[in-house]
């Protein structure tokens, strides 16, 4: 059979993703912050794309709008983002609400202020100065105690001390480092060790309680051996401790009264690395007629194609120029539908979230159900990777607190008893009441929880219970014990 080159026509189906859809699928995944600062870069490069004014209800006869193909999305892009999530929702009789009863969010200090017509409603306290850091502290210390390479030193150990307050390091090895004598830099901790708050310098627990027995003059040769053998006060090994300090129970009772009065993480006091502010993207708020999600629109500007700049600019352009020009309305636009697209699908998803969980808005962790992504996105007809993108870094405020979209699904625990099912938050949380609520002459074992939870109707084995309380930072029953005897 004679091999030849030859022509051949077929059809054939692939699913390709266009940038447009790709950059759809970023956005939704965006939380609010993200999208404000990826909206104010688009605002720089495209400069079709404007801010409505406040005091501009973003219709077509505005001014900075013109006619054109694009004006219902225009419109649909200017109108408030409650309004224009109102119609596929299922919430638009929400919006006509009762301007004496109902309460609404503010997003800045000036909304509140236009609603109370004076300035006294402000909280000055939101405008006060960070806390001060640990390091902060520390080194405005050093400039009042050591100077010369003394100072120099001491920059040195206060950068290497952790937000507990303790030296995490060699000073051999910190010594040799600078090319100083290690005399001279154990002389200098010395020093540190004398800052504010007492105990800080500490290499171990140990030596940062010593510190503070010292400054309280507390520190006798009893106490100090008492300090050397924290880990038999630790397990409560009370008649050994007795024997080796050389005290009666009543002198022994005293020393831990004293111990339990000294930090044993001084740095915690102040303030670590600057927290984050969470703004929620969502308000969740209970009315008269049932439940309303609204959309947090205080940090995103509101976007109006200037189609009047467009064809102030395409009036006598080139034909490059134009071309140009089209494309940059073509993005504005389709950026315009994308976010109104966004807001939509984040309510919808969030709207099936409050009506899944109805039973925690209402009474609280205990009455959360298990739920699922596939369970959210079978219900609102939707893919289970775009639910998964929608609870991605989004946050929920309500009136039992502020909660991450993903807080809300959990594995459920099944009951003894019919085909109801619990979910595993509300286990955790029942076993937090009830370590929290039990006597130190009684306490609950693992077993002994996983017994009163199957009693309550809750199908759980003793090691889920050990991996929810691990999960929650308790202690098994042996140092909880300890602990409840250490306290009295």
């Keep these: 059979m004679a091999l030849g080159p030859r022509l051949d026509l077929r059809q054939s189906q692939s699913l390709v993703m266009t940038p447009q859809l790709q950059q759809a699928i970023k956005l939704l995944a965006l939380s609010n912050l993200e999208?404000?600062?990826?909206?104010?870069?688009?605002?720089?490069?495209?400069?079709?794309?404007?801010?409505?004014?406040?005091?501009?209800?973003?219709?077509?006869?505005?001014?900075?709008?013109?006619?054109?193909?694009?004006?219902?999305?225009?419109?649909?892009?200017?109108?408030?983002?409650?309004?224009?999530?109102?119609?596929d929702s299922g919430t638009s009789d929400d919006l006509d609400v009762d301007f004496a009863e109902e309460r609404f969010h503010h997003d800045s200090a000036s909304d509140s202020v236009g609603l109370s017509g004076s300035g006294e409603d402000i909280d000055f306290d939101s405008f006060a100065g960070?806390?001060?850091?640990?390091?902060?502290?520390?080194?405005?210390?050093?400039?009042?105690?050591?100077?010369g390479i003394e100072a120099m030193i001491a920059e040195q150990i206060v950068a290497l001390i952790d937000e507990a307050g303790y030296l995490r390091a060699d000073l051999g090895e910190l010594a040799q480092r600078l090319g100083v004598p290690l005399a001279l830099v154990?002389?200098?901790?010395?020093?540190?060790?004398?800052?504010?708050?007492?105990?800080?310098?500490?290499?171990?627990?140990?030596?940062?309680?010593?510190?503070?027995?010292?400054?309280?003059?507390?520190?006798?040769?009893?106490?100090?051996?008492m300090i050397a053998h924290l880990d038999l006060v630790a397990k409560g090994a009370f008649p050994q401790l007795k024997r080796i300090c050389g005290v009666d129970d009543e002198d022994l009772a005293d020393m831990i009264r004293e111990l339990r009065s000294y930090d044993p993480k001084p740095g915690l006091r102040f303030g670590g690395d600057a927290a984050t502010a969470v703004v929620p993207d969502l308000y969740i708020r209970q009315t008269a007629k049932g439940w309303a999600?609204?959309?947090?629109?205080?940090?995103?500007?509101?976007?109006?194609?200037?189609?009047?700049?467009?064809?102030?600019?395409?009036?006598?352009?080139?034909?490059?120029?134009?071309?140009?020009?089209?494309?940059?309305?073509?993005?504005?636009?389709?950026?315009?539908?994308?976010?109104?697209?966004?807001?939509?699908?984040?309510?919808?998803?969030?709207?099936?979230?409050?009506?899944?969980?109805?039973?925690?808005?209402?009474?609280?962790?205990?009455?959360?159900?298990?739920?699922?992504?596939?369970?959210v996105a079978e219900e609102i007809g939707m893919h289970e990777s775009t639910v998964s993108r929608v609870t991605s870094n989004k946050y929920l405020s309500?009136?039992?607190?502020?909660?991450?979209?993903?807080?809300?699904?959990?594995?459920?625990?099944?009951a003894t008893e019919g085909d109801g099912a619990v979910s595993a938050e509300a286990v955790k949380s029942r076993i937090k009441a009830m370590i929290e609520a039990e006597d130190a002459r009684a306490i609950l074992s693992d077993e002994t929880i996983a017994q009163k939870l199957s009693a309550e109707g809750h199908d759980i084995a003793r090691r889920t219970v050990v991996k929810y309380r691990e999960a929650m930072g308790y202690g098994s029953s042996v140092q909880r014990r300890r602990q409840k005897a250490l306290a009295g």
């Design 130 to 147: 960070e806390d001060a850091t640990l390091h902060g502290h520390l080194l405005a210390q050093v400039g009042e105690r050591f100077g």
């Design 398 to 414: 309500c009136a039992r607190g502020l909660f991450e979209l993903k807080y809300f699904f959990s594995s459920g625990i099944s």
């Design 186 to 225: 154990e002389a200098v901790l010395a020093g540190v060790q004398g800052f504010d708050p007492s105990g800080v310098g500490g290499r171990d627990p140990a030596e940062c309680i010593a510190i503070q027995a010292r400054e309280a003059d507390r520190y006798d040769p009893a106490m100090a051996t």
């Design 35 to 87: 999208l404000e600062a990826y909206l104010a870069e688009a605002l720089e490069g495209n400069p079709l794309l404007d801010t409505a004014s406040a005091d501009s209800d973003g219709s077509a006869g505005d001014p900075d709008t013109g006619p054109g193909e694009d004006a219902p999305a225009t419109e649909a892009a200017a109108l408030d983002a409650d309004q224009a999530l109102a119609s």
């Design 293 to 375: 999600v609204e959309v947090n629109s205080g940090t995103l500007p509101r976007l109006l194609v200037n189609r009047r700049y467009y064809s102030e600019l395409a009036e006598g352009a080139a034909a490059k120029s134009k071309a140009w020009l089209s494309e940059q309305l073509a993005g504005a636009n389709w950026l315009v539908r994308a976010l109104d697209q966004r807001q939509r699908t984040i309510v919808k998803v969030a709207s099936e979230i409050v009506k899944q969980q109805e039973g925690f808005f209402l009474h609280g962790v205990a009455h959360m159900r298990p739920l699922t992504l596939r369970q």
